[in-house]
């Protein structure tokens, strides 16, 4: 087998066979695949698809890339994934509060892709903390706290942090097949029994429209239901932030805030963590309803607060975290509002360009090679419907520079369309079983 000749097939539109993918998914990891047949095979994936049995396959490929995990644990071993959006920040909330349920969390999470923020660029933002930990530390970590939010070890699913990388930086991030093996390559090498996934819809989302998001849940459900992890997922709507904030240490803030029970600091992110759990809940067998009223318990009690403090502390950030989070975090230099150019109702917020606006703050990469900013971002941004006056503040920007604060200001100004009041949207769009 060789690079090109599956490439070629993939550009004359048809699905090389399940060998040649999962031979492909190993050259990624041993090198015998160069970044540029990487790149080019990501190209024709995301142009012309793979079959069903070909997801399959690259997925499969991808996770059996490196080390595929097993546990013994006294409790249930379950995760959580979202197809990135802005402003979801759910992962460091739900973790720990499953955590404090009795889960096991071993959560392998990935950084920013495009214009969503990364999980683990989110944790970085905290002083001292590190998330590339051995595969013993993590069985440490999670055994002891009952949860660890870190990267795919060198041994986890290396394919997928190889192909990730080049996705990333080649615009070849919108791609079912792709994203579907991405997601499912690291979550079923961490040996989980049961997972969520969180597909996100609309303007901050990678997948704008409900057919292309239910396609998605759909594949991803039937992928790692095949390989036989118990998995649903719920479409949730990302046509404005999840949280009011955008960017690496005011999201992690704001998880501070919820976590200490201030609910109304970001309510739709607290709604959405607690749906997410309780479904993952009822796939382990309870029953959904009185998994949320747990998961609320474990938030409003502080035992959540007290399994993510143990978790940054385990991963080498400040043992205080719980107590003393805001001299711990960075703050930008610049910080400043935003306002409206005229009045009227919030009609519309294009969720890609306001992610754009942080990652040219600072707050994501453009190229692979990017240093993040952790400081940078917005904080404060209106909801979709409000209505504000002229001169009212639309968000708060935090920036490097007077010169990015008003390039930001710019970019947001474009990405908020200010007029009618739109029709509310549910929060959970449909669920996918």
Known sequence: MDARSIIAAIRRKQTPSPEALIWFANGLATGDVTDAQAGAFAMAVCLNGLSDNGRVALTTGMRDSGDVLSWTLPGPVLDKHSTGGVGDCVSLILAPALAACGVYVPMISGRGLGHTGGTLDKLE????????VSETRLREIVGKVGCAIVGATGRIAPADKRLYAIRDVTGTVESVDLITAS????????????LVLDVKVGSGAFMKTLPEAEALARALVDTANGAGCKTAALITDMNEPLAPVLGNAVEVAICMEVLAGNRAAAPRLHDLTIALGARLLALHGDNEDDGAKQLTRAIASGQAMQHFAAMIAALGGPPDMADDWHTHLPRA????DITA??????????????????????????????????????????RLGNQVAKGQPLCTVHAASEAAAEQAAQAVRRAITIGDAPK?????VKRIQ
């Open 125 to 132: 933002a905290i002083p001292g903390l590190s998330v590339n």
């Open 183 to 194: 997601i499912l390559s690291k979550k079923l090498a961490a040996g989980l029994q049961g």
């Open 333 to 336: 230099p610049v910080i400043g």
């Open 341 to 382: 150019p005229n009045a009227g109702y919030i009609a519309a917020i294009d969720g890609e360009a306001l992610g754009l606006a942080v990652v040219d703050l600072g707050g994501g990469r453009r190229v692979e090679t990017d240093r993040v900013d952790p400081s940078v971002g917005v904080t404060d941004v209106v």
């Open 424 to 428: 509310a949207n549910p929060l959970i």
